[in-house]
């Protein structure tokens, strides 16, 4: 690697840190947000939602590094092109081929960084992202079990517990159910037990009474019973740790044992064979984004006014190329036969840097003769 491959590979890295960096937190604060208030409301802990918020930066890096790695490129090709370096480097006999070299270089980094990211960070944090989403869920269960407090779990339910014994017995339980809306349901009871079953948790009074009291004809219906069963529903009870879903499963693992995968995810070969397709495009978009962003502005030569107008050029390509990506990737999923269609936007974006350079080698092109006088 020559001086000129180093230094430029060096700019490259350096911004796309920067604009890594930003975009991650911008990601990242916007995600986290939502699901701090969904914790918060929930009691969890600090500690609780530093680890959600942890296990959700890889799925926010997947998304960022592509277009950091474009926003990098058009950055410094436009900084070292005011700076008037790369006219003088193009001036030394550097082709514009020769010119792309290091934004290979770092788009090859990219690509690296991105497949360790799709294929393996990425699932492994899904899948621990999920566990602890299960065992944090469970826990509510235990926040409704709190001794001497009045516990609204949801707007139309108040729950009171005066002592809970060391048996795991809950001693003068009240419940409000308002959850109809002309009628509101008083529970009262001397014992009462938390049974789980068949993924459902019943609350077991015994030595109670309810009273219905309904809205429309004011009255007041009390009844007594030696035990009662009340199913508090989806409002504690959270389905049981299942099966992997595709996206949680490493890449590896796929490749090692497909048929496996597929009984346990209920994926059909097509949507396997389709998640792998879009993981390798993921890896493979890093790539053209460097490439791309650094021909868009190379092609055309120098200008005093500025490269602004190829700026803006980049980014259209780079939202052409997403937008080939829907496509792609609608068409694979209608036909396995159609899979290739999954390329289709890094095809497209290879095609684009190799017109581009070709341009910017050749900048006549650009640019009309003079016409001469009859």
Do not use: C
């Amino acid at each position: 690697m020559g001086r000129i491959d180093r230094y430029l590979l060096r700019q490259l890295t350096l911004v796309f840190n920067f604009f890594g960096l930003v975009l991650v937190l911008v990601y990242w604060i916007n995600a986290a947000v939502r699901l701090f208030d969904q914790l918060i409301a929930d009691g969890q802990s600090a500690t609780a939602i530093g680890e959600l918020l942890i296990l959700t930066l890889p799925g926010v890096i997947r998304i960022v590094v592509p277009i950091a790695a474009f926003a990098a490129s058009v950055y410094v090709t436009n900084r070292l092109s005011q700076d008037s370096e790369l006219v003088v480097v193009q001036a030394t006999g550097f082709s514009p081929w020769r010119l792309a070299r290091p934004a290979f270089y770092f788009g090859v980094l990219v690509l690296a960084g991105m497949s360790v990211l799709v294929h393996l960070l990425v699932p492994l944090s899904a899948s621990a992202l999920s566990d602890r989403q299960t065992e944090l869920a469970q826990s509510i269960t235990a926040r409704l079990l709190t001794e001497g407090q009045f516990i609204e779990p949801s707007d139309a339910m108040t729950i009171y517990i005066r002592e809970i014994s060391p048996e795991g017995e809950l001693r003068d339980v009240f419940l409000s159910d308002m959850s109809a809306p002309d009628t509101t349901v008083t529970y009262t009871a001397g014992r009462a037990y938390l049974v789980r079953s068949d993924d459902r948790s019943q609350l077991v009074m015994l030595d109670g009474m309810a009273q219905s009291y309904r809205v429309e004809t004011g009255r007041l219906v009390v009844t007594t019973f030696d035990d009662f069963s009340y199913d508090l529903g989806d409002l504690i009870t959270r389905d049981p740790e299942g099966p992997r879903s595709l996206r949680q499963v490493p890449t590896h693992q796929i490749l090692a044992n497909r048929a496996a995968i597929a009984a346990e995810t209920g994926a059909t070969p097509m949507r396997i064979g389709l998640e792998l397709h879009e993981r390798i495009n993921q890896s493979l978009l890093g790539l053209v984004g460097a490439l791309l962003g650094f021909s868009a502005l190379l092609a055309g030569g120098f200008s005093r006014f500025g490269l602004w107008p190829r700026v803006v050029m980049a980014v259209v390509l780079i939202v052409i190329i997403k937008s080939l990506e829907t496509v792609g990737f609608d068409l694979a999923a209608q036909d396995a036969r159609y899979w290739p269609a999954a390329y289709l936007s890094i095809a497209a974006g290879l095609g684009m840097v190799a017109v581009l350079l070709f341009i910017a080698a050749r900048p006549y092109l650009l640019h009309r003769s003079p016409r001469v006088a009859a």
